[in-house]
């Protein structure tokens, strides 16, 4: 093993993710980021893993991949999980989270960790190995030609977008009503549409003025955080069955399911911040002012963060990337994040996972752990490795999992039993890899 502290460029989701996975069995590192002095344009605070666009981590539900992802992440010590945990704000079946509480656990737990060194510096150049990069979908222009003059990277990219946050007491609660979908519970409030309240909204949005995006277009928009007005231009009634669709809930004053409903999700511990779920947007912000106005409720409201759209890097890495997110012409150099082509919060922390345990155990002199296709852990690794003609950012799904050897007819019944499956196979892993490294 190595003395060297192993270099982990960026202190998001990812960087963290690995750096602990490191930290914790015994090898130095030296995190980087380029935060407080130089933000990027999504960026505000100056703390690490910061979340700049929705403070859910998605569903906690064992019948969803994404739940089943953050479960495995628990069982293999996942500093993000643990700090969600932690943090974890009222929202129904997902799994949100105060950001500034989420990402302060986080800050302290790796600032006063003793084998951290947390460095303020930007890198521009691929580092030695051992190193792992984590500089997120929003590297920076030089390091982004460092990679790209790799020859295997074919650096690509998308656009994505964050949501509005408006002030709970600037609501008006005599419209809204809180509810979960199916009577799960109260966590969302919500804003009840009439037929014509919707029709006069989606008629201010298609005509409401955006912001220029250079080389934007809608192809490129990753299809998880669509801008409303660009899925409004799919057809009139694409956000009644989309993001304002009101199954599972009834209006308590009207005893009736309205035409559509925006729902919004509780952002902070004090229940003061609420975000608009599914409202990416690239409208200007007096655009936002006015037509999400428009919607019952939100006439006064006053935006804690507007919404704002921004251009998301990736490399192509089937390829270039083993499944231990390892560059396979550059032994214990590593990618880990939103930077390799895996899509969203959990996702990216869970490449920092596979990319931190992978390099500490080869610096270690120990083999590297093999996570089965049939854990949501492992089938990330098989997307962003095995060919793939037309890569896209991917969110974890049960679809790019091993399928079970029987048949099971309800659909909830069979994720449920994928997860169960794959649940003991990581119990089974978590116990090999600890004992080999006691």
Request: hydrophobic share 40%.
């Amino acid at each position: 093993m190595t003395n060297k502290p192993v270099k982990v460029i960026g202190a998001g989701l990812a960087g963290c993710e690995a750096a602990w996975q490191l930290a914790r069995r015994g090898i130095p590192v030296a995190l980087s980021d380029i935060k407080p002095g130089k933000k990027s344009p999504a960026h505000e605070s100056d703390t690490f893993a910061e979340l700049v666009c929705s403070n859910s981590l998605r569903s906690d539900r064992l019948q969803n991949a994404a739940g089943l992802l953050k479960e495995e992440m628990r069982r293999m010590g996942s500093l993000i999980i643990a700090a969600a945990d932690e943090a974890r704000v009222p929202a129904g079946g997902a799994l949100a989270v105060d950001r500034e509480l989420f990402s302060g656990i986080i800050t302290n737990k790796l600032s006063q960790h003793p084998l951290v060194t947390v460095m303020e510096e930007e890198t521009t150049q691929i580092p030695d190995a051992p190193a792992i990069i984590a500089t997120g979908p929003l590297t920076t222009d030089a390091l982004s030609e460092a990679i790209s003059a790799m020859p295997e990277a074919g650096l690509l990219h998308f656009y994505d977008a964050a949501a509005p946050i408006v002030t709970r007491d600037s609501l008006d609660m005599d419209i809204i009503f809180r509810a979960s979908r199916y009577g799960r519970g109260d966590d969302y409030l919500n804003c009840p549409m009439t037929e014509e309240e919707y029709h006069t909204f989606v008629d201010a949005l298609l005509t409401a003025e955006t912001v220029p995006v250079r080389g934007f277009e809608d192809s490129k928009v990753f299809e998880g955080c669509m801008p409303v007005e660009s899925m409004a231009k799919r057809g009139r009634m694409a956000l009644a069955f989309g993001m304002l669709k009101p199954v599972g809930l009834t209006d308590p004053r009207s005893g009736k399911r309205p035409f559509a409903v925006l729902q919004l999700r509780q952002d902070d511990a004090a229940d003061s911040l609420y975000n608009l779920v599914g409202f990416q947007t690239r409208l200007t912000f007096p655009e936002q002012r006015r037509v999400f106005g428009l919607i019952p409720g939100l006439a006064q409201a006053e935006y804690a963060r507007y919404g704002v759209m921004h251009r998301n890097t990736f490399i192509n890495s089937p390829g270039m990337l083993d499944e231990h997110f390892q560059v396979i012409s550059r032994p214990h150099l590593y990618f880990a994040g939103q930077l390799t082509g895996v899509e969203g919060y959990v996702e990216s922390a869970a490449s920092g996972l596979l990319a931190g345990l992978s390099l500490a155990r080869q610096l270690r002199g120990e083999a590297l752990p093999e996570f089965p296709t049939t854990t949501a852990l492992g089938a990330l690794g098989r997307y962003v490795s095995q060919s793939n003609r037309n890569y896209q950012p991917m969110h974890i799904n049960f679809g790019i999992m091993d399928a079970l050897n029987e048949r099971i007819k309800g659909k909830e019944q069979r994720y449920l039993k994928i997860s169960q499956r794959a649940l003991e196979q990581i119990d089974s892993l978590a116990a090999s890899l600890q004992q080999k490294e006691e």
